[in-house]
T-cell receptor, first 114, second 115 residues
């Protein structure tokens, strides 16, 4: 079974609008971490935001917030006030406490339209 | 400072060449990783070093040879590669190998083309 599922291969959003990128995960561990990365066409994987399984509050970092719904096993990324520079590939990832690697989703390609 | 550096940025090599990729971090992280990424795909884990010792080798062909000379440096030696090895090679580091809270920080990658 897939550990991380991203069901949106491509998304479009108008500049200055908000957009939600979906991510669901599968784990039997009680302790795990969820991460979002941005990868522009230049190739660098840029860490955006982290949510721990025991965190009760949704994580926020500037314009990025993570909508964490533990019972549904979802960790959606919300980008507010989209900018042209947000156009990139976005990967959701998970790390389990008992594991030794990151599990990446297949990614969502976001295009911001002027 | 969460910087991981990689050199070179681009590399073109023939199938008989020997080359090396270099990765460096000065965050005091004790785990370092090599990933291979094909276009429009997620990164695939190749190797994990923990406290300068190889702890994971994800069945990578022997034409890829990792080396961790010290806690800040990670090399990937390449020899007799095939055209299908052309990809973006990403280095990453994290505070520890274990633990669900440790973020992996990535370098800018080396774009490798094998002719």
């Amino acid at each position: 079974a897939q550990k991380i599922t991203q069901t949106q291969p491509g998304m479009f959003v108008q500049e200055k609008e908000a957009v939600t990128l979906d991510c669901t995960y599968d784990t039997s561990d009680q302790s795990y971490g969820l991460f979002w990365y941005k990868q522009p066409s230049s190739g660098e994987m840029i860490f955006l935001i982290y949510q721990g399984s025991y965190d009760e509050q949704n994580a926020t970092e500037g314009r990025y917030s993570l909508n964490f719904q533990k019972a549904r096993k979802s960790a959606n990324l919300v980008i507010s006030a989209s900018q042209l520079g947000d156009s990139a590939m976005y990967f959701c990832a998970m790390r389990e406490y008992t594991g030794n690697q990151f599990y990446f989703g297949t990614g969502t390609s976001l295009t911001v339209i002027p | 400072d969460t910087e991981v550096t990689q050199t070179p940025k681009h590399l073109v090599m023939g199938m008989t060449n020997k080359k090396s990729l270099k990765c460096e971090q000065h965050m005091g992280h004790r785990a370092m990783y090599w990933y291979k990424q094909k276009a429009k795909k997620p990164p695939e884990l190749m190797f994990v070093y923990s406290y300068e010792k190889l702890s994971i080798n994800e069945s990578v062909p022997s034409r890829f040879s990792p080396e961790c000379p010290n806690s800040s440096l990670l090399n990937l030696h390449l020899h007799a590669l095939q055209p299908e090895d052309s990809a973006l090679y990403l280095c990453a580091s994290s505070r520890e190998r274990w633990g669900s809270t440790d973020t992996q920080y990535f370098g800018p990658g080396t774009r490798l083309t094998v002719l």
